[in-house]
């Protein structure tokens, strides 16, 4: 591997330790938290947003207002008190007051998310019908049903309005299925090549029911 190759180093949770010193596995779990520094939440003011990391404790967890799992990336507040955490993204319902205000007049720069993800879908073209969650979609967290909303089938994270997505072709508007992958390349959402890199779906994941092959 070249040295100056930027996943140079970078390790993975099937590192074998085996074939590997200790002094050596140790090195490169240092390099790997450098590339995924820890947040010192401790050490951060209530009032300063912290970025959520892959080792934040709270990443994958369920915020307790808007009901939508923390993914990396994610912007939020930390509440070290009641060990508490909410998004500080505006298009969620939990944004507080005055970032949601200011994000009111960014709708070019929605414009431009919009175009981006519209163009590299048409570059590269999923292999089977592809869905925008709309605003209200059932799939998305309602905090006040109780009900736990569904996850992505790859990464475990809850769906957010606008995400692009593949259903379940056996009975994709019954919630009796309805099962979804992310396929969002633009916000870095590739569940669905990585969980079928065929293309294709022949068993339903959740009823086990066989399904025709929705390859196009």
Same mark, same amino acid.
């Given at each position: 591997?070249?040295?100056?190759?930027?996943?140079?180093?970078?390790?993975?949770?099937?590192?074998?330790?085996?074939?590997?010193?200790?002094?050596?596995?140790?090195?490169?779990?240092?390099? @790997?938290?450098?590339?995924?520094?820890?947040?010192?939440?401790?050490?951060?003011?209530?009032?300063?947003?912290?970025?959520?990391?892959?080792?934040?404790?709270?990443?994958? #967890?369920?915020?307790?207002?808007?009901?939508?799992?923390?993914?990396?990336?994610?912007?939020? #507040?930390?509440?070290?008190?009641?060990?508490?955490?909410?998004?500080?993204?505006?298009?969620?319902?939990?944004?507080?007051?005055?970032? $949601?205000?200011?994000?009111?007049?960014?709708?070019?720069?929605?414009? @431009?998310?919009?175009?981006?993800? @519209?163009?590299?879908?048409?570059?590269?073209?999923?292999?089977?019908?592809?869905?925008?969650?709309?605003?209200?979609?059932? #799939?998305?967290?309602?905090?006040?049903?109780?009900?736990?909303?569904?996850?992505?089938?790859?990464?475990?994270?809850?769906?957010?309005?606008?995400?692009?997505?593949?259903?379940?072709?056996? &009975?994709?508007?019954? $919630?009796?299925?309805?099962?979804?992958?992310? &396929?969002?390349?633009?916000?870095?959402?590739?569940?669905? @090549? #990585?969980? $079928?890199?065929?293309?294709?779906?022949?068993?339903?994941?959740?009823?086990?029911?066989?399904?025709?092959?929705? $390859?196009?």
């Amino acid at each position: 591997m070249r040295l100056d190759d930027p996943n140079a180093g970078r390790t993975t949770g099937d590192t074998d330790r085996a074939t590997t010193s200790a002094e050596e596995f140790e090195m490169l779990l240092g390099i @790997e938290a450098g590339y995924d520094p820890r947040p010192a939440e401790e050490d951060t003011d209530p009032d300063t947003p912290v970025v959520t990391g892959l080792s934040s404790w709270w990443n994958h #967890r369920l915020c307790t207002v808007c009901g939508h799992s923390f993914r990396r990336g994610d912007r939020v #507040r930390v509440d070290r008190a009641s060990r508490t955490v909410t998004h500080l993204d505006p298009a969620l319902h939990c944004a507080v007051p005055r970032e $949601r205000d200011s994000a009111a007049g960014s709708g070019d720069g929605d414009a @431009e998310t919009t175009a981006f993800s @519209e163009g590299l879908l048409a570059a590269w073209p999923p292999p089977v019908p592809l869905l925008r969650i709309p605003p209200g979609d059932w #799939r998305l967290p309602n905090p006040q049903t109780g009900l736990r909303a569904p996850v992505c089938l790859y990464c475990g994270h809850t769906f957010r309005a606008g995400e692009y997505v593949i259903v379940c072709p056996c &009975r994709p508007d019954e $919630r009796a299925c309805g099962a979804a992958v992310h &396929r969002d390349p633009a916000a870095g959402l590739s569940c669905w @090549e #990585r969980w $079928r890199p065929d293309g294709t779906v022949t068993v339903c994941p959740v009823t086990l029911a066989r399904v025709r092959d929705r $390859r196009t």
